[in-house]
């Protein structure tokens, strides 16, 4: 499968623990983005990169986030200290640098803290 | 902000029937999205709608981008129960280009197709 694939896909956590999710975008887009959705809620865009470089983040995207992408391939997103309100899924999606190329998404990474 | 409204939030039907789901927003984009998504899975990409005015067709699905690229519509004919899902618009900014692909998200609408 050469499908953007995220792990892991389901996570339980007890509030204030640390949590690490990653992503594996298909091997020829530079352009890797997070996203989260939260119930009955559409995704909401927390930060891209174009090869390893950051280049923009979410007001949403609090101190206790943070995400990179060191070798411009896989990406991870940790969130530190977890609070309930964290409780989504956590959606990478990658692209081409091409103006229309299509935004393929992974599965997710659901995220439960208690 | 730009913000995507989507109506109606839900719609339950019976297989055969044929609904409209709508994507209205004050501002423009320049271009349009339209997304299905299944419980537990991300989404997946339907359309994409570029030109103010243009319509689109995938076999049953027919969509529609505003002349003024500030709405959209999805319309499915003779719904089937494998149609049901989350159906999600999304929209990149501004009045070209739009090449760093910052989606917004309508909140979607939940199609229940039953047989």
């Known amino acids: 499968d050469t499908g953007v694939s995220q792990n892991p896909r389901h996570k339980i956590t007890k509030r204030g623990q640390n949590v690490t999710f990653r992503c594996d975008p298909i091997?020829?887009?530079?352009?890797l983005y997070w996203y989260r959705q939260t119930l009955g809620q559409g995704p909401e865009f927390l930060t891209y990169?174009?090869?390893?470089?950051?280049?923009?983040k979410s007001r949403l995207l609090s101190d206790r986030f943070s995400a990179e992408r060191p070798k411009g391939s896989f990406s991870t997103l940790e969130i530190q200290r977890t609070e309930q309100g964290d409780s989504a899924m956590y959606l990478c999606?990658?692209?081409?640098?091409?103006?229309?190329?299509?935004?393929?998404f992974g599965e997710g990474s659901r995220l439960t803290v208690l | 902000t730009q913000l995507l409204e989507q109506s109606p939030q839900f719609l339950s039907i019976q297989e055969g029937e044929n609904l409209t789901v709508y994507c209205n927003s004050s501002s423009v984009f320049s271009s349009l999205q339209w997304y299905r998504q299944e419980p537990g899975e991300g989404p997946v990409l339907l359309v994409t709608?570029?030109?103010?005015?243009e319509v689109k067709k995938l076999k049953r699905l027919t969509f529609q981008f505003g002349d003024a690229r500030k709405d959209s519509s999805l319309h499915i004919t003779a719904a089937q129960p494998g149609d049901t899902g989350l159906y999600l618009c999304?929209?990149?900014?501004?009045?070209?280009?739009?090449?760093?692909?910052?989606?917004?998200f309508g909140k979607g609408t939940l199609l229940t197709v039953n047989p």
């Open positions: 091997s020829e887009h530079n352009r």
């Open positions: 709608v570029v030109t103010g005015g």
């Open positions: 999304a929209g990149a900014p501004g009045n070209s280009g739009g090449s760093n692909y910052k989606l917004t």
């Open positions: 999606a990658s692209r081409t640098s091409i103006n229309t190329g299509e935004l393929f």
């Open positions: 990169f174009q090869n390893e470089a950051q280049l923009e």
